[in-house]
């Protein structure tokens, strides 16, 4: 069964057909083919020289959209804003730029607060979703409450909060972290960094403050160190030698040139600590306390003489009597003389010294200095005065001890020369966008040339065609003699078409102008040669 095409369907690719046939049209339709070939050309330039973009920043506030895109309008820096997620986007070649340079501004600065991300919690959320999402409000709040600080520029708290447990073998305690952006320039003290490390323990339940670390943006750990002695030591040791090392620089630096010079430094340090006492009598240092003793002195008996001179009391005395002796008491022999005794005890106060000597850890024990000074090819080799004289500077600089055995050792030696690593030309910064401006201009040339001229070509020939069948048309009105009331194509005009390739453009222009009828010739010429 025959099907014939449908008049919605002819009619429609029939006014295109006598928009194409027209004179007008067709005599265009060599430059319509051209701007669309350039067309072509100049959409694959632009979309392979496009750079990628990429997602600079996402889910941010509305606020602080609005300050990131007048900061990368005022930069230089083109970015696009997608409709759907809201995000902002950049070259993939230029992020790490504008990363940077917003960073620079304090930029993003909104953070979520606590209550916006309690408001944010949907309906229905299981048990461990809203611990997470209670958590995260409160480190949220902790994080706004340390921005307060003048020297703090960003603060981000992480808590590690465990499961509580029936069992008390296996309760554990929270723990905290603390990541801190200074300002430029500032930097906290110890009494600041205690306060913040109070601050979020007094904050959870259950969290000590010696649990909590604080660092800073550079990775440095500005809380109390909990490492062991050796750290501490080695810590003391490389911060000793990069002090002697900086100083050495700093001297021989203006004399021989940054670049003419290596230095070394290796402090010896002493990690034990010691503690003594003393005690010391020095001589001829006493004074006397107290005295006791026992001292007996013997006199003679006789009165002197008494009254006035020649009078009768310059008598002699009488003879003595005797007389009883009282008991307790020994007799003594009165012989004309007396005696007495006393008895005491000398105490003496003796002076001393107590010293305590205390010798903290730390302390240097040896330093040792090693300067390689570099043999310029062209110049003189430094002579042995100016070794001693640069030897003598060093030594002044570093406080040269000869009671500990410092050492300082100077040579003169050639440098060897490096040999800068040979960089691949495809790893330059300039080798990808020009490989995407040759294959962006390959594709313009390949499209022009594949979609251009056979549409160029096609339009020729069907100008060519139509022109051809037009001649022929004329050529047969003038043949007949019969006018023609206008461009349609007759049965009689293909019957007295003089060739067969004029016949088949005339069919062809014929079912293009009457896709019905043609069907219906069709369909009778087949019906007679079934009948026949």
Known sequence: MTRFATPATSGGFGALRDLTSQPAVRKALPALALSAAIGVAAISYFALATPAQAPLFQGL?????????????????????????????????KIHEARMLLAGQGL?????????????LPMGSSRAVEGETLRGAREADLART???????????????????????????????????????????SEAQVRAIRH????????????????????????????????????????????????????????????????????????????????????????????????????SANTPGAVGIPGALSNQPPPASQ??????????????GESQSEENYTRNFDVGREIAVTHQPQGNLRRLSVAVALRDVKGQKKPSAADVAALEALVKGAVGF???????????????????????????????FPLVQQIGAVLAAILAFIFIGRPLMKAAKAKMAAAKEQAEVEQKLLAA????????????????????????????????????????????QMIQERANG
Do not use: C
């Open 61 to 93: 506030a509305e606020s602080d959209k609005a300050a990131v895109a007048d900061a990368l309008q005022a930069s230089g820096i083109t970015y696009s804003l997608d409709p759907g997620t809201g995000a902002i986007s950049v070259d993939a070649g």
């Open 199 to 298: 601050l979020v323990a007094s904050s959870v339940p259950g969290l000590a403050a010696d649990s909590v670390s604080v660092i800073d943006q550079s990775g440095a750990l500005i809380s109390s160190p909990t490492g062991s002695a050796d750290q501490e030591m080695f810590q003391l040791q490389m911060q000793m030698e990069e002090r002697y090392r900086q100083a050495v620089v700093t001297l021989l630096t203006p004399i021989v040139g940054a670049e003419n010079f290596s230095v070394e430094v290796h402090a010896d340090i002493d990690p034990s600590e010691t503690q003594s006492t003393r005690e010391t009598f020095p001589k001829d240092d006493r004074a006397l306390r107290s005295e006791e003793g026992n001292k007996t002195t013997q």
């Open 480 to 523: 007949t003699g019969q006018p023609r009331p206008s461009n349609q194509v007759t049965i009689e005009m293909i019957e007295a078409a003089p060739s067969y390739e004029t016949r088949a453009n005339l069919v062809r222009s014929f079912i293009r102008q009457d896709p019905e009828r043609a069907a219906l010739v069709v369909r």
């Open 401 to 431: 001890s000869t009671e500990r055995g410092d050492l300082v050792a100077i040579s003169s030696r050639p440098f060897a020369e490096q040999e800068e690593a040979a960089v691949n030309f495809w790893d330059e910064p300039w080798f």
């Open 146 to 188: 340390i921005e307060a600080i003048d020297a703090v520029k960003m603060a981000r708290v992480h808590l590690a909060m465990p499961e509580p447990s029936v069992f008390v073998r296996e309760a554990r305690e929270p723990a905290a972290s603390v990541m801190l952006t200074l300002q430029q320039g500032r930097s906290l």
């Open 322 to 335: 005797l007389t009883a002796t009282p008991p307790g008491q020994t007799a003594q022999p009165n012989n």
């Open 108 to 120: 993003p600065k909104a953070l979520p607060s606590g209550d916006a991300v309690i408001a944010s």
